[in-house]
């Protein structure tokens, strides 16, 4: 009985993995079958019918949104860092911190599907800007700061950089 059933057992799974393999197959090299959606994906998002092996006239894309951030030393002004083109807020601004990497290091912006930049006319007064160009961002950033300085000229400390809507 047992030896019956673990026949039955290894005959259910070698099954198995035959459907899943064909199912696979259906959707070419440019991806895999996603059961839930009963489509095939491709490793980039997009999804596409399946036995269409992924056409570049059938693949429907799938948009996606990009995050940015930009993490600055307020502390002693020695540096700062962007991030681009992350999946998620959280990712872009962690991202920012270690590419910052030093301890005064703290976000002054996060962004989605736009562009983003800072400015300062002391080193504790870093502010940030948001826009739809980097010219939108680098100007929203010099408003910002002359909104809230505390003297000095204001100048822009990092320049503009994009994360687009896909």
Known sequence: MKSHFRTMLLFFIAFSISLMT???SLCGDKGFFNTVLNLCQG????????GSRGSSNTQQHTPRDYF????????????SARANNHVSAAAAKQAALQGCGLPGCKV???????CGATATSSLRNVVGGIGDTPEEAEQNALDKCEQTKNGGQC?????????YYE
């Open 22 to 24: 064909q199912a696979d």
């Open 68 to 79: 940015g951030a930009i993490a600055a030393d307020v502390v002693e002004g020695k540096e």
């Open 155 to 163: 100048q822009i400390w990092s320049r503009a950089k994009c994360s």
């Open 108 to 114: 002054i912006i996060a962004y989605k599907n736009g």
């Open 43 to 50: 490793y980039n998002g997009g999804v596409w019918s399946a």
